[in-house]
């Protein structure tokens, strides 16, 4: 009977659209976030951009325009910027706002002394042809002061070169790997949160079917052909291999995105541990929301409390600075064993790779453990009050049927 | 088949059945009754082993209920609905294969039903677009689709019309021609009185009247009388045969609390009797007097 129940409740609801668009459409929304910017940015244009230049100085501006086709160059080898020299900003102005330049630059004759050069635009917003041009006329100036003062570019190049400090991560094994702070800071945070999204939507989904299941009549239906037990396990399965389903798209989009920027970072070590502590995570919050379906009449009923559960998977998320800084604090090393948060700081600190074996493994027992207390009770109370109506289900009540 | 022995449930401090016992033969139509929080709902769901009785035992074929498959029930709870967004062959397909029936199986007698009740049309549409109507009768294929052994119909006929409702006991006397055994829990004594062979009142969780329905009118002392008549009536000597007297101008209706053969010769000598007629009480009758009588006796 289960079978029929696992299978029915895992088929409605990845058929629906609130599944479709959360499993699949908000990762991909996400991935093409991620992309998009940097593939748009990286193409080079193929047409040269023609820009202005009024230059007031002594020369400056025949050295800019030197350095500019020196240093940006086309696909084709064409320079990538051509530039329309005037002794008089007015033509300019006229083909800017005609639209047949790009921008044109003002060299005044006090640059060297000021630092100070004018570019005009239409848009201010053309940060590549900002950068490049405000690159090539830096590296135009600068050489112009050290000539003044008879100072050797290539010495000064030399002199002034800055000092890197590059880390690297050593693992458990003795390997080093270079380490990056972005990386570093981001793949537990994902992690944690896909987590978080997998388990939070399943055990919602699972509240908002058992409520759908009292609040149309259908319970009693169902009950005259299984037992009450059956029907709470059968959802929590078949859900639970829904919320699978999404955080096995979430992992594939995270492995693209990682893969895309160059980060090996899914171990299949940190897989397992992603499963095993979704698997507990889920059943150990979808046997509270079951509960909690079972005493409320309709959905709105049930909002508060499900939203002060939800709460507490929230606080590992609000402190996940702290833990990702500080992965082996006291602090972090207690609270990774509080079972409603172990998974989420389980993920986080492996993540880091700051977890030893054997925390992992008695954190899993004691997630066994507790799931094996909160299902007893959530079994109880779902049992009792699964076909109550209309009347308010008192704490006192509930601590008796769990002591009957 | 179903034999229920002294079962009692209570909740906290309400007792809502207190030893109630009776037998459901294959074939019986089984009406059970009683007015609203007597403890029917109850003991139907102790029948369904949905609760569990704290004392007396439930047996079906000599097997405890809580050991017989639950595919052997079909049960139509009077609080009852349906998924509303689901479409109504894999709603209708799910129950029966909840109820052991193989997915081709389910299949099949799915669309049978459906065609049964000119509803094959709505197989691919959602539930919520049937009319209220509709939904009834899907829930009464659920309760029927897997042929089940003990049907347990709560309330079956509320908001059906006429029609529908002749062929809902079509297939209630189907079912029992086949020999499932079939309990009818319903306020509706009409309904009673022309399906069910057999009945149980109960009031405050305990069985006030039960047995054959016919055995039981004959045993319940009321017959009534009505009498045409033409002339003159005087009332005043009317109460050492009748009580409940409605005397209209050439009409007299009472309950007999004489022989028929003494109230006879005494009108017969007054008027000129037009028509002559003794019924036996309806269960409605029998059902009010009861409970009022039971009533009153829990006050004494």
Redesign the interface.
């Known amino acids: 009977?289960i079978a029929?129940?696992i299978k029915?409740e895992f088929i409605?609801r990845v058929k629906s659209k609130l599944f479709l668009f959360t499993a699949i459409v908000i990762p991909l929304f996400i991935l093409a976030a991620m992309i998009l910017p940097s593939l748009l940015l990286s193409s080079e244009s193929t047409k040269s951009t023609l820009i202005g230049l009024v230059d007031q100085s002594s020369g400056i501006g025949n050295d800019f325009v030197a350095q500019l086709t020196q240093d940006y160059r086309l696909k084709s080898g064409e320079p990538e910027f051509s530039v329309q020299i005037e002794e008089d900003p007015e033509p300019l102005k006229q083909a800017l706002l005609n639209k047949d330049i790009d921008a044109y630059v003002v060299i005044p004759d006090s640059i060297l002394d000021t630092g100070l050069a004018s570019l005009y635009v239409r848009s201010a917003s053309n940060f590549k042809t900002t950068d490049a041009l405000r690159r090539s006329l830096n590296k135009v100036v600068l050489n112009r002061r050290l000539q003044k003062y008879h100072l050797d570019p290539e010495v000064v190049k030399e002199v002034t070169s800055r000092v890197q400090l590059r880390s690297y991560q050593l693992s458990g094994e003795g390997e080093a790997n270079e380490s990056n702070e972005m990386v570093d800071f981001f793949i537990p945070f994902i992690s944690m949160m896909i987590l978080y999204m997998t388990i939070l939507f399943s055990s919602q989904i699972l509240l908002r079917s058992v409520i759908?299941?009292r609040s149309?009549?259908?319970i009693?239906?169902?009950?005259?052909?299984?037992t009450p037990s059956q029907l709470m396990n059968g959802k929590i399965l078949g859900l639970g291999l829904l919320g699978l389903t999404q955080l096995f798209f979430y992992l594939g989009v995270g492995y693209v995105v990682a893969l895309y920027n160059g980060i090996e970072s899914i171990r299949p070590q940190f897989l397992l541990t992603m499963f095993l502590f979704f698997v507990s995570g889920f059943l150990f919050y979808a046997a509270i929301f079951a509960a909690l379906g079972s005493i409320f009449d309709s959905e709105q009923e049930a909002q508060q409390i499900s939203g002060m559960v939800s709460l507490v998977m929230v606080v590992p998320i609000v402190l996940s600075t702290y833990f990702i800084t500080n992965p082996t604090a006291i602090a972090t090393r207690i609270l990774t064993f509080l079972p409603p948060i172990t998974p989420f700081l389980i993920v986080l600190r492996s993540g880091t790779s700051s977890i030893d074996l054997w925390e992992q493994i008695v954190a899993f027992v004691l997630m066994l453990l507790s799931i094996w207390g909160v299902m007893k009770i959530s079994g109880k109370v779902f049992q009792t009050s699964i076909?109550m109506?209309g009347k308010r289900v008192t704490l006192p009540e509930i601590l008796r049927w769990i002591r009957a | 088949m179903l034999n229920v022995d002294s079962i009692r449930k209570q909740f906290q401090a309400t007792v809502a059945v207190d030893g109630i016992s009776f037998q459901v033969e294959p074939g019986d139509i089984y009406g059970f009754l009683g007015p609203n929080g007597a403890g029917k709902t109850t003991t139907i769901?102790m029948l369904?082993s949905?609760l569990k009785p704290d004392s007396g035992s439930i047996h079906l074929d000599g097997k405890d209920i809580a050991r017989v498959s639950?595919?052997q029930?079909?049960?139509?709870?009077e609080?009852?609905?349906?998924?509303?967004k689901?479409k109504l062959g894999d709603a209708l397909k799910?129950?029966a294969?909840?109820?052991?029936l193989s997915p081709a199986e389910s299949g099949r007698v799915v669309q049978q039903w459906l065609e049964r009740f000119e509803l094959a049309d709505y197989m691919q549409k959602n539930i919520r677009e049937l009319s209220k109507g509709n939904q009834q009768k899907v829930?009464f294929i659920?309760?029927l689709i897997h042929s089940p052994r003990l049907i347990i119909l709560d309330e079956p006929f509320t908001g059906l019309d006429p029609i529908n409702q002749i062929l809902m006991k079509d297939i209630i006397k189907e079912a029992s021609d086949r020999g499932a055994a079939i309990l009818f829990s319903t306020h509706q004594m009409e309904q009673v009185e022309r399906l069910c062979n057999r009945i149980c009142l109960i009031n405050k969780g305990k069985i006030i009247v039960e047995g054959d329905i016919n055995e039981i009118k004959a045993r319940h002392g009321r017959r009534n009388v009505d009498i045409l008549f033409e002339g003159e009536l005087d009332e005043s000597e009317l109460d050492t045969y009748l009580e409940d007297i409605h005397l209209e101008k050439k009409r007299l209706r009472g309950s007999l609390i004489s022989s028929s053969k003494a109230l006879l010769r005494w009108i017969s000598d007054r008027v000129d009797i037009q028509s002559y007629s003794i019924t036996p009480p309806s269960l409605e009758e029998i059902f009010i007097a009861e409970v009022q009588a039971s009533r009153e006796g829990g006050e004494a």
Do not use: C, D, H
């Open positions: 009977m029929q129940i029915w409605q759908e299941e149309s009549r259908m009693e239906i169902l009950l005259s052909s299984v076909l109506y | 769901r369904m949905i639950r595919n029930f079909g049960y139509l709870p609080e009852r609905g349906l998924y509303q689901v799910y129950l294969q909840l109820k052991g829930q659920a309760t």
